[in-house]
């Protein structure tokens, strides 16, 4: 195909039923429309009916339905973006008072649209024209001058009449939204900064067909369920509130144990892979973060501080600081790699609009590695990495989407070291055979990685495990090693986490496991219920000979179905219920949280059976089948 020609033109060279079919395009991980053209080489994937990403067209027409409705009733709306999100669409809009009252007729009179059928016509409009009709609108305005600056024309998509400055894709037309359900009101920043003009935010879904949306919204309603700041609260894990910050979560008896026993692990598989252990504060001078590049590339998410005539900035990474250990010493080729690992506390200013739970918060704990290896042993190095992951991602049974971020628009280096390390990890990922996505533009500023990410309960996804490459900052500190030429050379340096944050990965535990943590990782592992006052003393004697797991004994004067009924509110992964008999024959009545009980049980066998699952770090309860 000639330079210039359309996804469109692809899809018809490729075959006419493909051209016919097609709806829109996925161009080097970016979806766009049909009449993009293709100026150089990409990677291109046709967009039907068929395809996942199908979905995101038909959400992002429906955003476009939800604001036509909205300005049918609401005439003062002043829209400002409506994008399709993996859940579904929202849009932002100003000058218009709603409440959750209001989308019930919003609703009914989206659905008149969608029924209505209207054809969704793309059309260009100059800039000029677009900037005048859009002259009492500042939000769009803004948008014509940033985000497509330079653009003359422009693009708009209308229907019935009603259009929208938009750059697509769409489906053909109003009736193929299918179904559709406004799901809440909600206040935003405008471009998520707390300085900005505080917007009311509508959000919506929208499916192919009804049944794929009740099914959504009944795996949503359960999903509330598990949501992780209400598990929080009612395990009493953590609190984040507001006299001590926004962000700034503090960590309970209960939730500690359960990072206590994370960090243990990890430590463990970082020592058995032979990384050392290092510490570094939690503040730098800003000298450090300006030669790492962190200071110009990361200054808006810092917290700084002026100590005297000095300037002093939170650690936003732990990076500069282990490159800087590492700058202490001396190193041959044959001391490569160096593998070092931290679990650093950093500090990044989020916007507090974005602040939610563990997810997103301004103080969190990485579980961070740094290697600093030769080139050659890159992909050796990188492997390694991953089976760790994967070693992580086994023991907690958890689901993820991998992905290869490139470079951002905000980065360091030249377009040979990017090409370079792009190039070194995507063949990692092939040596592998892994599948993976493509994120354009998501890499660190100094760095492509490959990410490994997870789902909360709601369907989002979160960050977790990273790989990340890493040619600039070596550079920019001046590492070196000698090589058997006894010339120094730069060591390549490799960015890793098997968490991704202790913070996040918690929450997915929370919620991947509905609160009821493996027995190796719940902060209450036994639970024992004297039936009797009078059985208290057996009790306490079974807490001494279950010495080494976390055990309580329930002695309040309560009925034994009210301490049953709570030990599994509480989640608590084994009860042991002890009266008469179980006193006389020196044994327990053991009930899991499943419901399961068995009576009459030695105790030796069953604590036996508990150092076997709790070391095994199985992720369910086996001792009753």
């Known amino acids: 195909m000639e330079s210039g020609a359309t996804v469109e033109d692809v899809a018809y060279e490729i075959g006419p039923g493909l051209g016919r079919d097609a709806v829109a395009g996925v161009v080097d991980g970016e979806l766009v429309e049909l009449e993009t053209p293709l100026t150089e080489a990409v990677r291109l994937e046709i967009v039907t009916d068929q395809s996942d990403e199908y979905l995101a067209v038909i959400r992002h027409s429906a955003a476009h339905v939800f604001a036509q409705a909205l300005q049918r009733l609401h005439p003062e709306a002043e829209l400002a973006i409506g994008p399709p999100t993996d859940e579904g669409f929202y849009y ?14 919003i609703e009914a009179e989206m659905a008149e649209i969608v029924d209505a059928d209207y054809e969704i016509e793309r059309l260009e409009k100059s800039r000029e024209e677009a900037l005048e ?38 489906v053909d037309s109003t009736g193929e939204v299918g179904a559709f359900k406004l799901l809440n009101i909600s206040s935003a920043y405008w471009r998520g900064d707390e300085n900005n003009e505080m917007l009311t935010r509508v959000s919506g879904t929208a499916f192919e067909t009804e049944a794929a949306l009740e099914e959504y919204l009944e795996n949503r309603a359960e999903a509330k369920k598990r949501d992780h700041r209400k598990l929080g609260r009612e395990l009493d894990l953590f609190s984040i509130p507001d006299i001590t910050g926004p962000g700034l979560p503090l960590y309970h ?30 503040l730098f001078r ?7 590049g962190h200071y110009d590339n990361y200054r808006d998410d810092m917290f700084l501080l002026d100590v005297g005539d000095e300037e002093y900035g939170l650690k936003p990474m732990n990076c500069p600081g282990h490159a800087t250990i590492y700058n202490q010493g001396s190193w041959s080729y044959r001391d490569l790699p160096i593998r070092y690992y931290e679990n650093g506390k950093v500090y990044r200013r989020e916007q507090r609009g974005e602040l939610s739970g563990l997810s997103r918060v301004w103080a ?92 909360d309960a709601l369907g989002r996804e979160w960050d977790g495990p990273t790989v990340q490459l890493d040619f600039n900052m070596p550079e920019r500190l001046d590492l070196t090693y ?29 919620e991947h496991f509905d609160g009821k943590f493996p027995l190796w990782l719940a902060p209450e592992q036994v639970r024992i219920l004297p039936i009797s006052e009078r059985h208290h003393d057996y009790a306490k004697s079974i807490d001494e000979q279950l010495d080494g797991f976390r055990v309580t004994v329930e002695d309040r004067d309560w009925t034994i179905g009210r301490k049953i009924a709570e030990g599994h509110e509480d989640r608590v992964p084994y009860m042991l219920i002890v009266g008469d008999d179980e006193v006389e024959a020196g044994t327990v009545s053991v009930r899991d949280r499943r419901e399961r009980e068995e009576k009459d049980i ?23 089948t």
């Open 92 to 105: 932002d809009v100003a000058n218009v008072d709603l409440d959750e009252d209001d989308l019930e007729a």
């Open 133 to 170: 009709q859009y002259a009492d609108n500042s939000f769009k305005t803004a948008i014509l001058n940033e985000e497509a600056a330079g653009e003359d024309p422009v693009t708009f998509y209308r229907q019935d009449g009603w259009e929208d400055l938009c750059k697509g894709p769409h």
């Open 253 to 282: 008896p209960n939730g500690k144990r359960v990072l206590d026993e994370l960090r243990q692990y990890v430590d463990q598989l970082n020592l058995d892979a032979d990384y050392e252990p290092t510490e570094t504060p939690h």
């Open 286 to 292: 800003t000298e450090l973060w300006k030669q790492s």
């Open 364 to 455: 969190f704990t990485i579980d961070d590695g740094h290697l600093f290896v030769r080139p050659e042993q890159i992909e050796q190095e990188v492997r390694a990495i991953m089976d760790l992951i994967f070693e992580v991602l086994d023991t907690f049974n958890l689901d993820y989407e991998v992905a290869l971020a490139t470079r951002p628009e905000k980065s360091v280096g030249s377009d040979e070291i990017w090409e370079r390390a792009e190039t070194q990890l995507e063949a990692v990922l092939e040596s592998a055979e892994m599948t993976y996505d493509l994120e354009p533009g998501d890499g660190a500023f100094y760095g492509p990685k490959i990410d490994f990410a997870f789902e």
């Open 482 to 510: 000698t090589g058997e030429d006894n010339e120094d050379h730069r060591p390549v340096m490799i960015h890793r986490a098997l968490y991704g944050s202790y913070e996040r990965f918690f929450m997915v535990l929370i």
């Open 602 to 624: 030695d105790l030796e066998e069953f604590k036996e059976h508990l150092a076997l699952e709790r070391d095994q770090k199985r992720t369910g309860l086996t001792f009753i």
